[in-house]
Each structure stands twice: as C-alpha cells, then as structure tokens.
C-alpha cells in the first residue's frame, strides 16, 4: 500500500487547513504523526476506516479533526486554530491492523507511510 498526502502549506495563526492521504489500497488504520527539526517524530491523530476509534494527541484536541472516506481510502486531518507550533511536517501512517486504545500512539503498529508533507504557520 502507498500513502499519498496533500494539502501542507502556509497558514496564518489561527487559520485553518486541511491535509488529505491517499492510500493506494484498504488498510484498517489510519494515523497522522508529524515531527519538527531536531525532535522525535509524535503522534497527531488515529481514526480506524469506519470512523471509528478516534484518538487525538493533547495538543491538538479540539482543533484539529481526523475523518476518513472509507470508500476513496482517503484520511483527512482538519487543522483549525493554527498555531506556531503546528509548523512541522506531517506524516499519513496506515497500518493492516485495528488499533486499541493502548496501542494507537505506536509508530511501529503502522505498516504504511507516506512522505511528509510541511506545514507553516505565519504569526
């Protein structure tokens, strides 16, 4: 399977944008990690391909949501509230399995990866 992510780019402060991932074929989950310079990669957001089992990281609950179309296996990330903070790249991850609350934050239970895709938030 081959991810496709779209939609990085330059916002102003507590603007909005939106990130889509194309996944060439059916995975089960889908999550969105992202890592700024000189930082470990971290988890964002995960959501299973019936729109079930939405997890978000602390930092972005609340302004950002995860959706997913399950017939297009597409996963989209909806960026509200932009901050500063959220200047960093972006990854779509998948993985063959349905993830749990325990183990939905683990990058090695993704299978899948796409390339990252930047974001830049203008203050």
């Known amino acids: 399977v081959q991810l496709q992510a779209s939609g990085g780019g330059l916002a102003q402060a507590g603007g909005s944008l939106r990130l889509s991932c194309a996944a060439s074929?059916?995975?089960?989950?889908y999550g969105w990690f992202r890592r700024a310079p000189g930082k470990e990669r971290e988890f964002v957001a995960t959501i299973n391909r019936f729109g079930g089992s939405l997890y978000y990281a602390g930092s972005v609950k609340g302004r950002f949501t995860i959706s997913t179309d399950n017939a297009q296996n597409t996963v989209y990330l909806q960026m509200n509230g932009l901050k500063s903070d959220d200047t960093v790249v972006y990854y779509c991850?998948?993985?063959?399995?349905?993830?749990?609350?325990?183990?939905?934050?683990?990058?090695?239970?993704?299978?899948?990866w796409g390339q990252g895709t930047q974001v830049t938030v203008s203050s």
């Open positions: 074929g059916r995975t089960n989950t």
């Open positions: 991850a998948a993985g063959r399995s349905m993830l749990s609350g325990t183990d939905y934050y683990i990058q090695g239970r993704y299978d899948y």
